[in-house]
């Protein structure tokens, strides 16, 4: 298939490399976009106005996407929470598959490398509004299968971060991780 799809959701790059600074602002602000800038200042050491300046270059250069509200899924009544896997036949990220975002139940769709194309995450109601979604997916051209992993519990959801791990540990050949191995 030699269908160009570069132009579906174009991600933008940051016009500049995110420094120290940059990264304790957004670590702030990824706890509470509503910090004050006053605030915000005091907990990172830059004074009100130099927050504010950092805050907006971090807007303006697509750091900062957008600022939106985290929703309690329990508060809305959407507490079953899923991960779908999308088989199609051919490439995954068709229009007609992308329009499965219209759907409020719908959080989150990639595309994905390895067994499957599409991978939704996605958060219902109910079983029976779970199964009308995928009844949805299955009236879709090029669906040819899904696998659904309903969540039981949820140990760690959380935003983007704005830190790196700066050395990641090695394994030593014979050793798994934090255990030794004897012969």
């Avoid at 915000?40 to 830059?46: M, W």
């Avoid at 490398?113 to 996605?122: F, I, N, R």
Wanted: charged share 30%; with cysteine; net charge negative.
């Amino acid at each position: 298939m030699d269908q160009n799809t570069d132009d579906i959701r174009r991600k933008r790059r940051a016009d500049r490399e995110l420094d120290a600074m940059d990264r304790k602002l957004l670590g702030v602000l990824v706890e509470d976009a509503t910090t004050s800038y006053a605030e915000l200042g005091e907990r990172v050491g830059l004074s009100p106005p130099a927050a504010h300046e950092r805050v907006k270059r971090l807007r303006r250069s697509g750091a900062i996407r957008r600022v939106a509200a985290l929703v309690d899924p329990e508060a809305v009544g959407k507490t079953l929470l899923a991960f779908v896997h999308v088989d199609t036949t051919g490439w995954g990220k068709t229009p007609a598959l992308l329009a499965i975002e219209q759907h409020p139940e719908v959080e989150e769709i990639h595309s994905v490398a390895g067994d499957t194309c599409m991978l939704l995450k996605v958060r219902t109601e109910s079983t029976h509004a779970l199964e009308g979604l995928l009844a949805r997916l299955y009236d879709t051209p090029g669906v040819k299968a899904t696998r659904s992993y309903v969540v039981l519990s949820t140990y760690l959801e959380r935003p983007v971060q704005p830190g790196t791990t700066s050395e990641w540990p090695t394994l030593v050949k014979g050793q798994e991780q934090g255990v030794a191995h004897q012969d």
